[in-house]
């Protein structure tokens, strides 16, 4: 059996009573998506270091992500669409594999359009939704469900009042350490994240991934780094994120418990800091500015 | 926009308890073919809302889903295929999906829906 990658010749369409055959670019070389395929527009962040060292990331795991079989996959800030088109490219619609199937949202209505645009250029779907994290109400009904998640966050800190404004800048404006978007996604990837969900997030040092990892850990989640990208700007992570079941879930809940709670940050930042220690400067960071 | 997509979303206004199915307003749908899969639709079937499908199904002319469905029709081909058309075949082009509650119109144009609320909606 052929296991290359192949890309439907022809998208079959009706409308009204008569069916269209549509080409699409036949027999996609490339693994990922094509830039000279990816759409664009004013309004909308071109692919950029964040966009390939996310796919990146996704490339180095794609053996992984293939074993893993996920039935949904989505990503939160599609932008330009140049990652869940590179996503649905590496892993397929999943002909052989039992059916995958994509979600991508964004809050720019901009980006949707251009998202749509570059995934049909290379002729694999999503579904697409203008959405702004939890607006469309994707988690309540679709909770639990989600098994690959993608996050390239609006990362950089900016004035809290640049958060989620129109446009381009919605792409980028992270406010206070370029946290406020990130902290309102994560309670939302939980919810949409099937027991067995990974959640792949880009992250600058400026956004405290260590305390990310903790903000996870304590909803159950293991991570690791698996792209680590330095420019003389920026020093950007690829954190993935996944449920272990060995991790209790919140606080301790036994009164006896009680006197070890104080030190469960302590040990699970330790044990954070010993399993990358990559972190550790980021921890010098924080005790330098404490 | 796939049924699937449709039966997933839900009008987030706030105080609005019951926003959920969407109604659809349909101006234009097309059917694309998609690969069929039974394990994936026996695996989604818990998460759908059948009486939404049904009905956004029936907005689009297709009329061939039984009113009620169980998961020992999950055994039947029949009732797969069926199923499979009216979840991931069946697409809004264009229209709008209205709250059933406040009667809230999000637009739907190309084939995506724009959920997003105003400021004082949120």
């Known amino acids: 059996m052929d296991h290359s990658i192949q890309v439907s010749p022809s998208i079959r369409t009706k409308e009204g009573d008569e069916w269209k055959n549509r080409q699409v670019p036949s027999r996609m070389p490339s693994r990922i998506a094509q830039i000279r395929l990816v759409s664009g527009h004013p309004e909308v962040y071109e692919p950029c270091d964040d966009s390939f060292a996310l796919v990146d990331a996704l490339l180095a795991d794609r ?64 579904e697409v939704i203008c959405d702004n994290v939890a607006s469309s109400g994707l988690e309540k009904r679709l909770g639990g469900k989600v098994d690959v998640m ?21 792409a980028w404006a992270g406010g206070e350490n370029g946290r406020t978007v990130i902290d309102r996604i994560l309670p939302v990837a939980d919810k949409l994240l099937s027991d067995r969900g990974w959640l792949y997030m880009v992250t600058l040092t ?85 | 926009m796939r049924l699937l997509t449709h039966n997933m ?5 706030k105080g609005v308890t019951n926003g959920f199915p969407l109604r659809l307003e349909v101006e234009k749908f097309v059917e694309k073919e998609v690969e ?40 039947s081909d029949e009732f797969l295929k069926k199923f499979h058309h009216a979840l991931l075949e069946l697409h809004l082009e264009e229209g709008a999906l209205i709250c059933p509650e406040t009667g809230r119109r999000f637009p739907v144009n190309k084939g995506i829906p724009n959920m997003l609320l105003h400021e004082d909606e949120v």
């Open chain 1, 206 to 290: 400026a956004n405290n991934p260590s305390q990310i990892c903790l903000v996870m850990r304590e909803k159950g989640y293991a991570s690791r780094i698996v792209v680590q990208r330095s420019t003389e700007e920026e020093s950007l992570h690829v954190i993935k994120f996944w449920r272990d079941p060995d991790l209790q879930v919140g606080a301790a809940k036994d009164p006896s418990m009680a006197t070890t709670q104080r030190t469960t940050s302590a040990v699970v930042m330790d044990s954070l800091l010993s399993q990358f220690p990559l972190l550790s400067f980021w921890r010098n960071n924080n005790n330098s500015s404490t």
């Open chain 2, 36 to 75: 069929f899969n039974s394990d994936f639709l026996k695996n989604m079937f818990v998460k759908i809302e059948w009486k939404a499908l049904v009905n956004a199904a029936r907005s689009m002319g297709y009329e061939e889903l039984p009113e009620e469905a169980d998961s020992s029709m999950l055994d």
């Open chain 2, 9 to 13: 979303l839900s009008c987030n206004i």
């Open chain 1, 150 to 170: 993608v996050v390239n966050p609006p990362y950089v800190p900016t004035p809290e009042d640049e958060v989620g404004r129109d446009g381009i800048a919605s």
């Open chain 1, 63 to 126: 053996m992984y992500l293939l074993e893993h079989k996920p039935v949904l996959c989505m990503e939160v800030g599609c932008g330009s669409g140049y990652v869940i088109t590179s996503l649905a490219i590496m892993l397929g619609q999943g002909e052989d594999v039992g059916g995958i199937h994509y979600f991508a949202t964004d809050i720019n209505p901009h980006a949707v359009r251009v998202t749509c645009e570059t995934l049909e250029a290379h002729g694999v779907h999503a």
